[in-house]
């Protein structure tokens, strides 16, 4: 009884392996007998990618079943040469040893991936799911054991992020990277309750007037130490995090505050264009708090990235674009031209304007070949009555040729950078200056 009641203690009752608890045990002897004996402990830490999608949509014996299934395959894959524990919810380690030949865990890993992938029935059925792994070496120098499970974990951490069905090893450089960007992750979390997160505006032009016609609202992180920052620094983290939402919200509410302060100021800055993530789209609750804002019918436009709507089948994202457009917000299509979105898809959505992206633009005074697949995207525009914007007009050459393309609106380094609210405020008197001094002759590209 004695007997039964340890295995019971020690063992997952699904899958009859190994617990977390019994892992544990073992995994201090295992890393000292190997040293012991000239060789090295190495663990891998396997998680299946897509399990939830199977428990969600089939039931939890499904999900059981694959448990089972994956159980089994480890444990033919590791044959006897290592220990096998399931240590949770869908995650297994596999625990070995090494003699001097790591290649042979990259190739149990590429064994235990490629049968995994092999499509399971289940009640008539076919499932597929697949697996994530990372896999750690014991250097020697770690006294404590436990450290294998955590640099694996961060291994496994990478794959996953890397495309899944795939493995990594653990290496120092992953380490120091994922400090720093908790690092970074803590900070931004502070930020934003600092309101450290504030827009920059770059001006965007009429091609033929020069005129402004609005601006883009660009993120900047105002660090207490190092100053402004660009989102290159802090985006993808907060992606990570799950806060750019707040981040959009922020930089929309105070654009209309600054756009209230142009308007008293008598700047004429008709409009500012946000950027708008994905999630935010998603968001239950968008609607009911851009209504809050009472945004003036044409004053603010929501860009949003090509990838958004690549997912044709979401409801809800298409009844919030309706909506959107129906509390007077236009909707422009961001960096047009760099995603896989179909054009029909994209025109279904009856955007109010194309921005054609900076990768697009830039190479057209070099390249006639770049040039045409610009002015095909302008007249796509021009037909479907869409105004088409170029970002990334780096020089005046730039703008005199997409001005003669066609393009409606004009936005780059040529005419300005990205500034803060008072910035613009300079930029744009400035700008008025100089242009009522030659008032009498016509604007042409190139003088302003
Ligand atoms: P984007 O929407 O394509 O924004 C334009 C970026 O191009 C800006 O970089 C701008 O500074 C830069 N740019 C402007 N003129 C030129 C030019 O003539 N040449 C070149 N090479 N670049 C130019 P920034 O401010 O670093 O923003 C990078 C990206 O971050 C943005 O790309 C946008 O996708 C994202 N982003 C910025 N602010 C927000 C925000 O508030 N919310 C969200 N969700 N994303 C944002
Ligand atoms: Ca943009
Ligand atoms: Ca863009």
Redesign the pocket.
Known sequence: AKARIEHIALHDSLTGLPNRRYLDQVLEDYAANARRTGGYAALLHIDLDRFKHINDTLGHAAGDAMLVHASTVLRSKVDGEGFVARIGGDEFIVLCVVHDDIEQLALLADRVICQMREPVYYQGHRCRFGVSVGIAVDNGKDVEAKHLLVNADIALYRAKSRGRNRYEFFTEAMQSEIVETKRIADEILGGLERNEFI??Y?PQFDAKTLEIVGV????RWRHPEKGIL???VF?RIAEELNV?SI??RN?LEQSLLDLEGWSAANLHIPRVS????ARRLQDEELIKSLRELNIKKGTVAF?L?ESIFLDENDDFVTWNLEQIKELGIDIEI??FGTGYASIVSLLKLQPRRLKI??QLV?PIVKSPQRRQVVSSIIEIGKSLGIEVVA????TMEHAQTLKSLGCDIL????FG??LDADGLKAFVRSRRLRTERVLDEPLRLGRV
């Open positions: 827009p920059f770059q883009e609202a660009l993120a660009a989102p290159d985006l750019v981040i959009d930089i946000v950027n708008v993530s860009e990235v961001d960096d992206d900076r830039i970002e990334g007009v780096e936005q780059g380094y040529a950078h990205a």
